[in-house]
């Protein structure tokens, strides 16, 4: 993409009503703009980050057999009066009217109308396990939106179901849900724990919430500094293995780590001192099993394989997405600007020129664009008219992982600066090597 035919609407000035970073360095770039409280456009720059989000989400969620399909963001109240949650779920439920003075609400979440589809076609147990899946525009009427993208009233999540025979089946979908988000986490560049939470009005015992520390976090977090060296890595795990799954859970699960909701002082305690740690974390996950909550009200029930009929285990595990696109520049910036993983940029690399209009870099940077884009790589080329502190400053803040600078003094010398965001380190290099470099 050319600068100059993009729309990356930059800010000068920081906005006022911007608290935390991640909301300043959003505002800032030109990725969203405030639409009401809590609703938010997103603006070209902040959507492509979404999409890489969502992209990095569906292919996990799919590496560990979860199919995907798409449920509406508007639901009918009917299906919320069945399972008790129509009157339970509170204001945080957008309840609307249509002419028909029909009863709906615009879906904070979708227990019941997964739980719906299953009982209207899976009646026998041989179609099971069965995990469903979502990402999909929710709404929830916050009491105080804030923060952005981080607490807002219409959020983008992923939302998944499983539908099991047995209680040790849907603890195994547990086991492997913990599990892709682990690498799903990672591959955004992200450490999230997951810690014991308490399950509020999604309901069941068993529950993991994924949190990312960082000093602007919502949550109070207890835990053992033990939990932090733990990596995922590149490790396969193979999915339909309940021992692979089950070790996985016990070793990220092993050290003291809890929300206030669960803190237990005494167990705390229990640790040495030195490894104690109190601190904040951004919630952008968390996973259930409820068992037969829903199954029970609503009737999904499937026939077993000695003929009765039995209601079907569920759990539902949500991420959510639209809030990790601010979590990650919380936990990935400094004081110029975002610092993009490379899993989740919005461009690989930049290109700036230095003297536009001067013949030969304006060839040398049209042929790095075009051996970039032969590479597979997505480069975005500041092609304006502008001074170079200027267009320096829109890529530190925008924070692609790699600068590449271009000007008639360097070509002179047959090289190009190739700038790395994260560490400000800059090496010359003829242009060929920089490609190599990024390729
Ligand atoms: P919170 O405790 O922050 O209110 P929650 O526990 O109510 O979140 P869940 O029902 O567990 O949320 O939803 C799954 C995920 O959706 C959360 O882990 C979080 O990442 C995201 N999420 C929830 N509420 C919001 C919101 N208002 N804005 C953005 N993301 C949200
Ligand atoms: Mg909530
Ligand atoms: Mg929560
Ligand atoms: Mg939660």
């Not at 939106?145 to 547990?174: I, Q």
């Not at 259930?288 to 209601?311: C, E, H, L, W």
């Not at 190009?416 to 920089?434: F, Q």
Request: charged share 30%.
């Amino acid at each position: 993409m050319r600068l100059s035919r993009y729309f990356l609407p930059v800010l000068k000035e920081t906005p006022s009503e911007a608290q935390i970073v991640s909301h300043r360095l959003m505002l800032r770039a030109g990725m969203i703009k405030q639409a009401g409280a809590g609703i938010y456009s997103w603006l070209p720059m902040g959507f492509k980050v979404l999409r890489k989000l969502e992209n990095i989400v569906h292919e996990e969620q799919v590496r560990a057999g979860h199919i995907p399909m798409l449920m509406p963001t508007l639901q009918s109240a009917d299906l919320w009066t069945e399972s008790g949650r129509y009157d339970a779920y509170g204001p945080e439920m957008l309840r609307i009217k249509d002419r028909q003075g029909r009863d709906l609400l615009y879906g904070p979440t979708n227990e019941e109308m997964v739980t719906d589809i299953f009982r209207s076609h899976v009646g026998s147990y041989k179609d099971l396990p069965l995990t469903l899946y979502h990402i999909q525009w929710k709404f929830r009427d916050e009491i105080r939106p804030r923060f952005g993208v981080m607490r807002g009233r219409e959020f983008y999540m992923k939302d998944g179901y499983n539908f099991d025979l047995t209680r040790e089946d849907a603890l195994h979908s547990y086991n492997r849900h913990l599990v892709s988000y682990l690498r799903t986490y990672e591959r955004m560049g992200l450490q999230a724990i997951p810690m014991r939470a308490d399950s509020g009005p999604i309901g069941g015992d068993d529950t993991h919430e994924f949190l990312v520390l960082a000093e602007t976090g919502e949550s109070e977090v207890f835990y053992d500094s033990e939990i932090t060296d733990l990596k995922f890595g590149d490790r396969e795990v193979d999915y339909d293995s309940h021992e692979a799954c089950r070790a996985v859970l016990e070793e990220f699960t092993s050290r003291y780590a809890r929300t206030d909701e669960t803190h237990d002082e005494a167990l705390f305690n229990a640790i040495p001192e030195e490894r104690r740690r109190t601190a904040r974390g951004i919630e952008v996950g968390q996973i259930f099993y409820f068992g037969t909550k829903y199954s029970d009200a609503m009737g999904a029930n499937v026939q077993g394989p000695d003929g009765r009929s039995v209601p079907v285990h569920m759990g539902s595990h949500g991420i959510g997405v639209s809030r990790l696109v601010g979590a990650i520049i919380e936990a990935s910036h400094d004081d110029k600007g975002i610092i993009w993983p490379e899993g989740v940029t919005p461009f690989h690399a930049g290109i700036v020129n230095l003297k536009q209009g001067d013949a030969e870099a304006d060839a040398a940077c049209d042929a790095l664009y075009q051996g970039m884009v032969a590479l597979g790589l997505d480069p975005l080329y500041d092609d304006r008219d502008e001074r170079a502190g200027g267009k320096f400053a829109t890529m530190d803040l925008i924070g692609l992982p790699w600068r590449i600078t271009v000007g008639p003094r360097g070509l002179k010398n047959g090289v190009v600066e190739l700038t790395s965001r994260r560490t400000g380190e800059s090496e010359e290099m003829p242009p060929e090597a920089a490609l190599e470099r990024l390729a």
